[in-house]
């Protein structure tokens, strides 16, 4: 289930309507910090909104990571192989979302 294999079936096929919707939104909250900026707005209610949007993004990530266990390494667990390659993918991820 690496990222090559196309046309195989991502674990948030389900829920990708509801990511699509959370993202559109998020990019709302991005033209908003842009626009507060350019109105030069406070500090700390830019660093606010700002926050907020990170938080927002950071659900997202958890999301997709929850989904991708769920669905793919789940899958591959009950595989013949295992799922060694999907668990060292989902651990190298896991350290690139901890680098935020």
């Known amino acids: 289930m690496g990222p090559g294999r196309p046309g195989a079936a991502r674990g948030y096929a389900a829920g990708k309507d509801d990511y699509l919707a959370r993202l559109q939104r998020i990019e709302g909250q991005v ?3 842009q626009r507060m900026i350019e109105e030069d707005r406070w500090c700390p209610d830019v ?3 700002v926050a907020a949007t990170t938080r927002a ?3 997202v990530a958890l999301g997709l990571l929850n989904d991708h266990l769920a669905h ?3 899958s591959a667990a009950r595989g013949p192989d295992g799922a060694t390659e999907e668990l060292s993918e989902v ?3 896991i350290r ?5």
């Open 31 to 33: 033209r908003g910090l």
């Open 47 to 49: 660093v606010t909104q």
């Open 57 to 59: 993004l950071q659900e």
């Open 72 to 74: 793919c390494v789940m």
């Open 91 to 93: 651990v190298t991820t």
């Open 96 to 100: 690139q979302v901890m680098r935020l």
